[in-house]
């Protein structure tokens, strides 16, 4: 059954929610959509002075909170989000984030094994400590 141009106003309607629904759904603040919203990254619709997000927002919003939960800059994500926009078939996209996803995977296990070595060494020192607390008589 095809829908009428005023079912479909309709459904985009129910879909039109507010900055204060958005944030608490997506556990963010209204500040924080409005940084993304000054960033370009999302663009609520507005009427009269009220924002109002759609699902293809509140989607871009949901990607963007992962990617920054990743830790892919602001310049990353939004290089992503631009892909996703100009090719429908989402293949240079899919390409470039598998790209950027590798060489996050290889900062990390960097890391990991800089934080493997600092434990270590940490407990290392602890151990010297309370070996010299127990020889003092303490």
């Known amino acids: 059954m095809a829908e009428t141009p005023n079912q479909n106003d309709n459904d985009n309607a129910r879909d039109l929610r507010g900055i204060q629904q ?13 940084f993304y ?3 370009g990254l ?18 871009r919003m949901q990607l963007i909170l992962r990617g920054k939960r990743l830790g892919f800059s602001l310049r990353d ?10 090719d429908p078939q989402h293949v240079e996209q899919m390409r470039r984030l598998a790209e950027r996803v590798r060489k ?3 900062e990390l296990e960097q890391q990991k094994i800089a934080i493997e ?6 407990r290392q020192i602890e151990r010297e400590a309370m070996d010299r607390v127990t020889a003092a008589g303490g």
């Open 104 to 106: 996050r995977v290889e």
């Open 42 to 59: 999302i663009e609520p619709r507005r009427i009269g002075t009220t924002r109002v997000y759609t699902r293809r927002e509140v989607g």
């Open 117 to 122: 070595q600092t434990l270590d060494e940490l």
């Open 22 to 34: 958005i944030a608490s759904d997506l556990g963010i603040t209204p500040r924080t959509l409005r």
């Open 77 to 86: 994500i939004q290089e992503f989000l631009d892909l996703y926009d100009a």
């Open 37 to 39: 919203e000054d960033r």
